[in-house]
């Protein structure tokens, strides 16, 4: 194998002597497009790539992307990279062959799991667990939840074990055993037996990846992280040969599911803090876009061609969990930006069911055959089709088409299977499917925002997306949200988030004690461990940072109880009364119940340790030289659209609007990667950045579409 940039140590006596990054590069690879931004900062200039995901080897089109953006590999300063490899895999269980040892007796756990049902209402179901029966295998050793040794670690029948492993053909291994999180000293001695059985790196320790309780989530999580991890790794070693190839000199930084970012050096170590890293990076974007415009608290609403992905930003903190669930009975508990997903994106099929109601979704048409509207054999009604026969799309400016078809042939088909048996015509049919589809992402936003405690008024809706700015402002006044921020370019947002995102580390320790007998110096010392930690995983990046920020927080719950509730705090010399007192506001504000009686009690320490990169001018991503003195000057016609009835609509292209715009609904604006809807008696005004605010007019416009 060549030699990579990503082998290559950072001078770990000057970790951020790193020259001023001046050449950056954004790479999301998607699902459908690899997407690209490069920032010049010395030029003041940005450009832009989209081409077709490879999925074979989703390098080719990283590289591709970087060609048609004609960037000098050998003069770019960073690559940041936004990967779906650990993502698809999960999903899709396309997972490497894996072992697992761990303690005797509890082989079962990850099979077990928490008494739960796929489907709460449903007297079946299926889980299949990530490792099969006979590749988990058994060891003696135990340890209590105090830490304090029961059964010494039987080393032999620990070697007998990984022998076994070795010879079904793993190629990955997860040491779990039992309350390793109290005390690791036998996960780190079977640790330093594996590595001397093991063929190679793929050795994975559960309370190395997640020091905290509750061993079906950790052994799930360290199963899902060493399943992904030769994938993983052979995928950035690929990737980073093929970029040295071509001239690359530097480090390549990945994007984690946190919202931050880690060296592809030791990506594979925590390979399962990498899924869902996609719509994390969007996320991302819009808490950096927001702060700059001065709007810190958003909804994030990123709806694409198969899914709809929502989640909260306060005070330009997007919120993180550890509790995430990609499917049912697979949590990963590491920290992750709290994304919620629901099947609605462009390609939604909509039928009338058996009962005569009209159903929307989550069945999708793809990419392929996609759509009526894409000419690609696509007959069945979509979201993306509504929208072109109710005049919001412009059929000339689809992307991804390869054939034409009329709006007569769409209303056709709306007319005859979903019109006719609802008993109305194509138009209203149509109008029903946005409706629904509207009112199902509403739902999504709910998710985020008012089941936690929230209120939807009280934030601005971010929407991006190749389909987001077509239902935004109809989803924002279902939900009762003033305002509505569309990006300069919606459709790389998830590009721009590597762009824009921090270095990141989180932290999790758990103690498990109530504050009648806690140690609060214990707590103190955590706090500590945890920032020094952060700090010199920080310093080891040869990524240039201006400042260190730390986010301490705790998991807590009361007494008897199973659901943990993170409290924020903002010492790391808090006081056993400090800990009661914030958990009973933090419970009151979630649930506005106070129970004084019950005592509380502390299960997680948590910091995350983040690395804030020198800020992007995004400014630039509208090159200032295409704005037009005018108004008019930026319209490009206008067409009948739908807004309860049909109305004449003028049309302007985005990258022509003056800085100081300002547009009255109903009105369309197109641009390269998506179209913005703005409904009548809205207002939208642009921010020096090129962002579109909408505001929304007091009333809605009507209630049949």
């Given at each position: 194998?060549?030699?990579?940039?990503?082998?290559?140590?950072?001078?770990?006596?000057?970790?951020?002597?790193?020259?001023?990054?001046?050449?950056?590069?954004?790479?999301?690879?998607?699902?459908?497009?690899?997407?690209?931004?490069?920032?010049?900062?010395?030029?003041?200039?940005?450009?832009?790539?989209?081409?077709?995901?490879?999925?074979?080897?989703?390098?080719?089109?990283?590289?591709?992307?970087?060609?048609?953006?004609?960037?000098?590999?050998?003069?770019l300063d960073l690559i940041v990279h936004g990967t779906t490899t650990t993502t698809n895999a999960v999903l899709?269980?396309?997972?490497?062959?894996?072992?697992?040892?761990?303690?005797?007796?509890?082989?079962?756990?990850?099979?077990?799991?928490?008494?739960?049902?796929?489907?709460?209402?449903?007297?079946?179901?299926?889980?299949?667990?990530?490792?099969?029966?006979?590749?988990?295998?058994?060891?003696?050793?135990?340890y209590d939840a105090d830490g304090r040794e029961l059964v010494p670690l039987d080393e032999e029948g620990l070697?007998?074990?990984?022998?076994?492993?070795?010879?079904?053909?793993?190629?990955?291994?997860?040491i779990h055993f039992l309350h390793a999180y109290a005390n690791p000293a036998h996960e780190l001695r079977a640790?330093?037996?594996?590595?001397?059985?093991?063929?190679?790196?793929?050795?994975?320790?559960?309370?190395?990846?997640?020091?905290?309780?509750?061993?079906?989530?950790?052994?799930?999580?360290?199963?899902?992280?060493?399943?992904?991890?030769?994938?993983?790794?052979?995928?950035?070693?690929?990737?980073?040969?093929?970029?040295?190839?071509?001239?690359?000199?530097?480090?390549?930084?990945?994007?984690?599911?946190?919202?931050?970012?880690?060296?592809?050096?030791?990506?594979?170590?925590?390979?399962?803090?990498?899924?869902?890293?996609?719509?994390?990076?969007?996320?991302?974007?819009?808490?950096?876009?927001?702060?700059?415009?001065?709007?810190?608290?958003?909804?994030?609403?990123?709806?694409?061609?198969?899914?709809?992905?929502?989640?909260?930003?306060?005070?330009?903190?997007?919120?993180?969990?550890?509790?995430?669930?990609?499917?049912?009975?697979?949590?990963?508990?590491?920290?992750?930006?709290?994304?919620?997903?629901?099947?609605?994106?462009?390609?939604?099929?909509?039928?009338?069911?058996?009962?005569?109601?009209?159903?929307?979704?989550?069945?999708?048409?793809?990419?392929?055959?996609?759509?009526?509207?894409?000419?690609?054999?696509?007959?069945?009604?979509?979201?993306?089709?509504?929208?072109?026969?109710?005049?919001?799309?412009?059929?000339?400016?689809?992307?991804?088409?390869?054939?034409?078809?009329?709006?007569?042939?769409?209303?056709?088909?709306?007319?005859?299977?979903?019109?006719?048996?609802?008993?109305?015509?194509?138009?209203?049919?149509?109008?029903?499917?946005?409706?629904?589809?509207?009112?199902?992402?509403?739902?999504?936003?709910?998710?985020?925002?008012?089941?936690?405690?929230?209120?939807?008024?009280?934030?601005?809706?971010?929407?991006?997306?190749?389909?987001?700015?077509?239902?935004?402002?109809?989803?924002?006044?279902?939900?009762?949200?003033?305002?509505?921020?569309?990006?300069?370019?919606?459709?790389?947002?998830?590009?721009?988030?590597?762009?824009?995102?921090?270095?990141?580390?989180?932290?999790?320790?758990?103690?498990?004690?109530?504050?009648?007998?806690?140690?609060?110096?214990?707590?103190?010392?955590?706090?500590?461990?945890?920032?020094?930690?952060?700090?010199?995983?920080?310093?080891?990046?040869?990524?240039?940072?201006?400042?260190?920020?730390?986010?301490?927080?705790?998991?807590?719950?009361?007494?008897?109880?199973?659901?943990?509730?993170?409290?924020?705090?903002?010492?790391?010399?808090?006081?056993?009364?400090?800990?009661?007192?914030?958990?009973?506001?933090?419970?009151?504000?979630?649930?506005?119940?106070?129970?004084?009686?019950?005592?509380?009690?502390?299960?997680?320490?948590?910091?995350?340790?983040?690395?804030?990169?020198?800020?992007?001018?995004?400014?630039?991503?509208?090159?200032?030289?295409?704005?037009?003195?005018?108004?008019?000057?930026?319209?490009?016609?206008?067409?009948?659209?739908?807004?309860?009835?049909?109305?004449?609509?003028?049309?302007?292209?985005?990258?022509?609007?003056?800085?100081?715009?300002?547009?009255?609904?109903?009105?369309?604006?197109?641009?390269?990667?998506?179209?913005?809807?703005?409904?009548?008696?809205?207002?939208?005004?642009?921010?020096?950045?090129?962002?579109?605010?909408?505001?929304?007019?007091?009333?809605?416009?009507?209630?049949?579409?």
């Open positions: 194998m060549s030699a990579s940039p990503l082998a290559a140590p950072a001078d770990p006596a000057a970790p951020n002597a790193a020259q001023r990054q001046s050449l950056v590069a954004g790479v999301d690879v998607g699902g459908t497009f690899t997407d690209l931004v490069l920032f010049d900062a010395a030029a003041r200039s940005v450009r832009l790539a989209k081409t077709p995901t490879t999925l074979d080897n989703q390098a080719f089109g990283v590289l591709k992307a970087l060609h048609i953006a004609e960037a000098d590999l050998a003069a899709e269980r396309n997972l490497c062959k894996t072992g697992l040892i761990t303690t005797a007796g509890f082989r079962d756990v990850l099979e077990l799991g928490r008494r739960t049902r796929p489907h709460p209402y449903g007297m079946k179901g299926r889980f299949v667990p990530i490792i099969p029966r006979d590749l988990r295998l058994e060891v003696a050793e135990r070697r007998a074990a990984l022998k076994a492993l070795i010879d079904q053909g793993c190629e990955a291994l997860v640790g330093e037996i594996a590595a001397e059985i093991w063929p190679n790196e793929n050795i994975t320790l559960g309370h190395a990846l997640l020091s905290e309780s509750r061993e079906f989530e950790r052994g799930v999580t360290a199963a899902i992280n060493a399943s992904v991890q030769p994938l993983l790794r052979r995928y950035v070693e690929r990737l980073a040969d093929q970029l040295a190839e071509e001239g690359y000199r530097h480090d390549v930084l990945v994007m984690n599911g946190n919202g931050g970012m880690v060296s592809a050096r030791r990506v594979a170590i925590e390979a399962a803090k990498t899924v869902m890293s996609g719509p994390a990076s969007g996320v991302m974007a819009a808490a950096t876009t927001g702060r700059r415009a001065g709007i810190a608290n958003l909804l994030t609403y990123d709806m694409g061609g198969t899914s709809t992905d929502v989640a909260l930003i306060r005070n330009a903190e997007p919120a993180v969990s550890n509790e995430i669930e990609i499917e049912y009975a697979m949590p990963i508990h590491v920290p992750m930006v709290d994304v919620r997903t629901v099947g609605a994106g462009g390609g939604s099929i909509a039928r009338v069911t058996e009962a005569g109601l009209l159903q929307v979704g989550p069945e999708s048409a793809g990419s392929t055959p996609g759509p009526i509207c894409y000419g690609r054999g696509g007959t069945k009604p979509t979201i993306s089709d509504a929208n072109l026969l109710l005049g919001r799309m412009n059929p000339d400016k689809l992307n991804s088409v390869s054939g034409m078809v009329s709006l007569g042939d769409i209303e056709a088909i709306f007319g005859e299977k979903l019109g006719q048996p609802l008993g109305v015509d194509a138009t209203m049919a149509a109008a029903a499917v946005l409706r629904i589809a509207n009112t199902r992402m509403a739902d999504a936003v709910r998710m985020v925002s008012v089941s936690l405690g929230e209120d939807p008024r009280d934030f601005a809706l971010f929407a991006f997306g190749g389909a987001g700015p077509l239902h935004a402002t109809a989803i924002a006044r279902e939900l009762g949200v003033p305002r509505v921020l569309v990006p300069a370019r919606p459709g790389i947002t998830n590009a721009l988030g590597c762009v824009v995102a921090d270095l990141r580390h989180d932290f999790v320790n758990t103690v498990n004690r109530p504050l009648g007998v806690l140690d609060i110096e214990m707590v103190h010392a955590l706090f500590d461990q945890q920032l020094a930690e952060g700090r010199a995983l920080i310093a080891r990046e040869n990524v240039r940072i201006d400042e260190v920020k730390v986010i301490r927080s705790l998991d807590m719950q009361f007494i008897g109880q199973t659901h943990l509730l993170r409290v924020p705090i903002e010492t790391d010399r808090p006081t056993v009364d400090d800990l009661q007192r914030l958990f009973e506001e933090a419970y009151f504000n979630r649930f506005h119940v106070e129970l004084p009686e019950i005592k509380a009690s502390l299960v997680n320490v948590n910091t995350s340790v983040i690395g804030r990169r020198e800020e992007i001018d995004l400014s630039l991503l509208i090159d200032p030289a295409g704005r037009k003195a005018k108004l008019d000057d930026a319209r490009t016609g206008s067409r009948k659209v739908w807004f309860g009835e049909f109305m004449d609509t003028p049309v302007y292209w985005r990258d022509h609007l003056p800085l100081d715009a300002e547009i009255e609904g109903p009105a369309i604006v197109e641009q390269m990667d998506t179209t913005i809807v703005i409904e009548p008696g809205d207002k939208a005004v642009q921010d020096a950045d090129g962002n579109i605010i909408i505001t929304l007019a007091a009333a809605a416009w009507g209630d049949d579409a």
